[in-house]
């Protein structure tokens, strides 16, 4: 394959029946655009069909051309990767697959989060998202395009999904080459995240077509090293208390010393996903409770944890 520059509203081939449509929404957040993935070749699934665009609906229907789509898949309800799904169902007659709406497997904690008033970090919830047919752990989906088998994945977004098909995983936002994925409570869960990464290590796919930018080639060292970024980061935070009572926006400030300013509140969410997660294993405390402007302090673990279920 040529490098990876697909441009959007271009299809880029993947292979005979996998084509990748970009969608024209760059950012620091989203790179190159968000990758919706065409699967098929007389009957089609289209995985993420992307930010509710008028010209990016217009290019999946011209690269569609009036075939049967037998699914739309959905990995999570991100805006960026759910928002177009209705209007593409409209005209595809298609029904909409997914883990289930916004809030679909978020855990105990954190909804516990959100009911004392923590909102999303403005990474885009899809708040409408409202799937045709839900998609449990291990469902598997049969056509002419093969098996694609619905792994949960939670941790980025409480109902992300992944989707094993053949040596493939369409990864989503869980893993990407270009950047660590974000991990933005109450929807993010930093726990949650961790575990998906070790299980994701546990199949045997060979490459990852993740939400953004190009495949991922060597899928278990990109784990690995997400697995190792995310211990090296708490090891960070750790270090950072050892002088004193700190809020996440202080702790980021010590932490992120070089990271641009339009980043830095994505940066301080990682942070608190991170105080979060500690404080689940109790190795901190917060005052009054977990939470932006909370005062997290580290104590020792014996002392009570926060309840997960």
Not at 42 to 51: A, E, K, N, S, T
Not at 142 to 166: E, M, V
Not at 243 to 269: E, F, K, M, N
């Amino acid at each position: 394959m040529n490098a990876f520059a697909p441009r959007p509203g271009q299809p880029w081939k993947l292979r005979d029946d996998l084509t990748l449509l970009l969608a024209p929404n760059p950012s620091p957040m989203t790179f190159l655009g968000t990758n919706s993935y065409i699967l098929g070749r007389d009957r089609l699934v289209v995985i993420d069909p992307g930010p509710d665009d008028p010209a990016h609906l217009d290019a999946l229907l011209l690269l569609i051309s009036g075939r049967p789509v037998d699914y739309i898949l959905v990995t999570h309800s991100h805006l960026d990767h759910s928002a177009l799904a209705p209007a593409l169902a409209a005209r595809t007659r298609a029904p909409v697959a997914a883990f289930g709406d916004a809030i679909a497997g978020r855990s105990a904690v954190m909804a516990g989060l959100a009911a004392r008033g923590l909102t999303d970090g403005g990474e885009g919830i899809d708040h409408h998202f409202r799937p045709d047919l839900t998609l449990a752990d291990g469902d598997q989906l049969q056509g002419d395009w093969g098996a694609i088998t619905a792994i949960h994945s939670p941790g980025h977004i409480g109902n992300h999904l992944c989707f094993g098909w053949r040596d493939a995983l369409f990864c989503g936002d869980h893993v990407m080459g270009w950047a660590s994925s974000l991990v933005s409570p109450p929807d993010g869960d930093l726990t949650d995240f961790m575990a998906s990464c070790r299980k994701l290590t546990t199949l045997p796919a060979t490459v990852f077509y993740p939400g953004h930018g190009a495949p991922v080639t060597d899928p278990q060292a990109r784990l690995h090293w997400l697995i190792h970024h995310r211990q090296a980061r708490e090891a960070q935070i750790r270090a950072a208390l050892t002088t004193g009572p700190a809020t996440p926006q202080t702790l980021t400030a010590r932490i992120y010393t070089d990271v641009a300013p339009h980043l830095v509140p994505a940066a301080q969410r990682n942070v608190l996903a991170h105080l979060i997660d500690l404080a689940q294993r109790g190795e901190v405390s917060a005052a009054p409770a977990p939470g932006e402007t909370a005062v997290f302090s580290l104590r020792d673990a014996s002392g009570p944890a926060m309840t997960r279920n």
